[in-house]
Every structure is written in structure tokens, then in C-alpha cells.
């Protein structure tokens, strides 16, 4: 009877130990960020309805990005909001003649700042776009907000 026990102990000890060295790694690469989605991922944009972010560019000098209309509608856009994980904030006026942008048209918005974004590491960006459309309630300023994050380059 005894043999058994003692078999039984070792077996349990062995597997335990084991199950303790992979809950270690797995917990080491989770804090890593391995296991993380946005880490492989290489642009994403989220938000911006009724708008699609259609390209994004990011390096140390400027944040761009191609804004698509969907709204249905001719849409003129007023003024473009920036804030980015690093903290810089920037507004960006449009200029009128450049402003309107037809539906499924689209129109490049450019943020030229000191340190936008630091080559090759990620970047993050709050952005809020205030646009005007004339539908069946009149003209109406409405808002667009979204998230852009991706690599610098």
C-alpha cells in the first residue's frame, strides 16, 4: 500500500510542477504583450461613422489620414481635432474651398507637429471631426469621433 501512495505523490509533484512552469511562461508572455491582437495589427481606425478612414500615415513630422464621406450626403467639413497618446493636442481649420466632400468622396486631412509620432514605435490618436450637412431637418453641425492607432513609420 505504501508503494502506491508514494507513486501516486511523485506522479502528482511531477504534473504540478510542470503545470507550474507553463502557467509562469504563458503569464511572463501575457505581460509581454504577445498574446495581445494590437501588437501584430498593423493600422486600425475605429469610429468616425458616418466617415471611413480609407489610409493613415504617421511619422515624426506629420499625421495624415484619407477621411471618406458615406453620410449620403454632401458634407463640409469645419475643423479637425487632434490628441495622441503622447499628449500633443492640434486643430486644423479646412479651408472652404477644399471643405466640401461629395458622398463617397474623400478628402486628406494633414497634422504637421513637432514629435507626431517617434519612428517605428505605436502611435495612438483621439480625433474629432465637426462637419456640417444639409438634410430634411436643414443644415445641421454634427460631430465625428474616432480612434487611429497603427506604426509609425
Not at 508572455?29 to 471611413?52: H, K, M, R
Not at 486643430?91 to 478628402?107: R, Y
Amino acid at each position: 500500500m505504501k508503494t502506491k501512495a508514494q507513486s501516486a505523490l511523485e506522479y502528482m509533484m511531477t504534473y504540478g510542477w510542470a503545470i507550474l512552469i507553463i502557467v509562469i511562461v504563458a503569464a511572463v508572455l501575457y505581460s509581454l504583450g504577445i498574446f495581445s491582437p494590437s501588437s501584430s495589427v498593423g493600422t486600425t481606425a475605429t469610429g468616425f461613422s458616418p466617415f471611413t478612414v480609407l489610409a493613415q500615415t504617421c511619422t515624426p513630422h506629420y499625421l495624415a489620414f484619407q477621411l471618406g464621406n458615406n453620410a449620403g450626403v454632401t458634407v463640409t467639413l469645419k475643423n479637425v481635432f487632434l490628441t495622441t497618446s503622447s499628449g500633443i493636442t492640434a486643430s486644423t481649420a479646412i479651408l472652404a474651398d477644399t471643405s466640401s466632400v461629395v458622398t463617397g468622396g474623400s478628402t486628406t486631412v494633414n497634422f504637421s507637429s513637432g514629435e507626431a509620432c517617434v519612428s517605428g514605435a505605436r502611435y495612438s490618436a483621439s480625433i474629432t471631426v465637426a462637419y456640417t450637412e444639409s438634410n430634411n431637418l436643414g443644415l445641421q453641425t454634427l460631430n465625428a469621433s474616432g480612434t487611429l492607432s497603427g506604426s509609425a513609420s
